[in-house]
């Protein structure tokens, strides 16, 4: 069973939920990864379509319940979405308060280092984010991006 977003049965559980941010990897890499797990007979869920403003989550959010492994794909666009920053932080905080799931991350076109906020690559996009959803929003997405970061993940290049 191959899961591909949205719909599906509560009772589903996947091997891997990846997140990552639609117009940075999803025809690429995160497509190429997908397919390769699928390939081997893991079921992965991925969403199929970019979230936009007012759409809900509450899918993405049951889908990492459902999971054993979760595989954020942090890219330099990554931090423009705050739907990512919404799974991100369920997933860290999901994590930490039942040991599940399992966080592999992989950074892709970016370093751990800027994930922890200490390059100018996310900052700017956190900025927005904090006028737009407040300081405490703000807070604990830096705390699951700082967490996140501390965990040994995968360093991909794209291509130049």
């Known amino acids: 069973m191959v899961a591909t977003g949205g719909s599906g049965a509560s009772a589903t559980q996947y091997d891997v939920f990846l997140s990552f941010r639609g117009p940075d990897t999803r025809d690429n890499f995160t497509d190429c990864l997908y397919r390769t ?39 330099r666009g990554y931090a423009s979405s705050a739907s990512c920053f919404r799974e991100l932080a369920h997933v860290m905080e999901l994590n930490e308060s039942t040991g599940k799931p399992l966080i592999l991350p992989i950074f892709f076109d ?8 200490r390059t100018e690559v996310y900052v700017e996009d956190l900025e927005k984010h904090e006028r737009r959803h407040g300081s405490e929003i703000r807070q604990r997405w830096d705390l699951a991006l700082r967490k996140v970061a501390e ?10």
Do not use: F, N
């Open 37 to 75: 797990m699928v390939g081997q007979g893991i079921i992965a869920y991925r969403d199929s379509e970019e979230l936009h403003a007012g759409d809900q989550i509450d899918d993405l959010l049951r889908a990492v319940s459902e999971s054993k492994i979760c595989v954020p794909v942090l890219s």
């Open 110 to 117: 970016v370093t751990p280092l800027d994930v922890k906020l």
């Open 151 to 160: 965990i040994k993940g995968w360093e991909v290049r794209g291509k130049p």
